[in-house]
Nanobody, 126 residues
Framework: QVQLVESEGGLVQAGGSLKLSCAAS????????IGWFRQAPGKAREFVAG????????YDQDSVKDRFTISRDNAKNTVYLQMNSLQPEDTALYYC???????????????????WGQGTQVTVSS
């Protein structure tokens, strides 16, 4: 079992930056892959970025285009999503999720993740 808690999101102007964190708890949480997803109103949830226990990273290049960086601090059981050059189209509810087991790859679909945080709102104004 892994429990996840996202940091508070916020309101930021276009071109600004925001850093989200995802705190994981559970005996083996530090070994789970963690993914970030987002869901905009009226749209399906989409993958943003993922990271394995050894910090191998994957990104949805179409949506983040080198603007977002995922990282993790295993000593703190925390994964971060640094978001730069934010645009109004980045407005969404952002979720972090833990994968299906320790040492798994960081997949890019909902099916690759079994545990989900409650979500945090990010709003980018134009």
């Amino acid at each position: 079992q892994v429990q996840l808690v996202e940091s508070e999101g916020g309101l930021v102007q276009a071109g600004g930056s925001l850093k989200l964190s995802c705190a994981a708890s559970g005996r083996t949480a530090k070994n789970y892959p963690i993914g970030w997803f987002r869901q905009a109103p009226g749209k399906a949830r989409e993958f943003v970025a993922g990271i394995t226990w050894s910090s191998r990273r994957t990104y949805d290049q179409d949506s983040v285009k080198d603007r977002f960086t995922i990282s993790r601090d295993n000593a703190k059981n925390t994964v971060y999503l640094q978001m730069n050059s934010l645009q109004p189209e980045d407005t969404a509810l952002y979720y972090c999720a833990a994968g299906r087991g320790p040492y798994y790859a960081a997949g890019s679909t909902d099916r690759d993740y079994d545990y989900w945080g409650q979500g945090t709102q990010v709003t980018v104004s134009s």
